[in-house]
């Protein structure tokens, strides 16, 4: 028996029956797909509230010091010649050595840090230099005075304006056969002094490399 329609007050025909099913079955399709994109988005959303969770908070793993008397024997067997390893002491700690130019000359160089302070001291061994390059990287700053460590005489050097020669506001100098070392920075004189002590064997052999 053929179903009466309310509103049309009659059986449906086989076409308005068919027409009335294809769009129930279209609303359900509609209704489902909905249904399933809300649920792939709460999903999605779960997941990335997980990854997020998982990542490890906290300070960054700080870098390893580079090994400076490592590195400088390696540099030592390629140079054939003596490469300094300096040693500050405790609460220093060195952040960077690698062969640099500066003035068109190679240096070794260090960069020291005092942990938990501020202040810097770079040592710097230029190959096959002079006191010319000295004067480059001091911005022309010449030489104050002199001083006595550990039998070596060194010329110390105090830029009038630091700001302009990289924070730099103490600097020693001296020969070291073919090359020249230098040692500088804005930490106290005395910190400096000591640094350059820390390499004074290896200057005395380098000042007799032929």
């Given amino acids: 028996m053929a179903r009466v329609v309310a509103h049309l007050g009659r059986p449906e025909t086989p076409q308005e029956t068919a027409d009335r099913k294809a769009e129930s079955s279209r609303r359900y399709r509609s209704s489902k797909t909905f ?17 997020v969770a998982a990542v490890p908070r906290g300070e960054p793993v700080p870098r390893p010091a580079p090994d400076v008397p490592a590195l400088a024997a390696e540099l ?20 960077q050595a690698t062969v640099e130019g500066a003035g068109g000359t190679e240096a070794w160089t260090m960069v020291y840090v005092r942990s938990g302070e501020s202040g810097f001291l770079r040592v710097a061994q230029g190959f096959d230099t002079d ?29 009038a304006n630091p700001s302009g020669t990289g924070n730099i506001s103490y600097a020693l100098a001296t020969p070291a056969g073919p090359d020249y070392v230098l040692v500088y920075g804005d930490a106290a004189p005395e910190t400096a002094a000591l640094a350059a002590a820390s390499v004074t064997s290896q200057i005395e052999q380098l000042r007799e490399v032929p």
């Fill in 35 to 51: 249904r399933n994109l809300i649920a792939a988005l709460l999903v999605t959303v779960g997941v990335v509230l997980v990854v």
């Fill in 76 to 95: 030592q067997s390629d140079r054939g010649r003596p490469v300094l390893s300096p040693s500050l002491g405790e609460g220093w700690r060195v952040n």
């Fill in 131 to 159: 006191e010319a390059w000295v004067g480059q990287v001091l911005d022309g700053t010449r030489a104050t005075e002199t001083t006595d460590i550990d039998g070596i005489t060194w010329d110390v050097y105090r830029p």
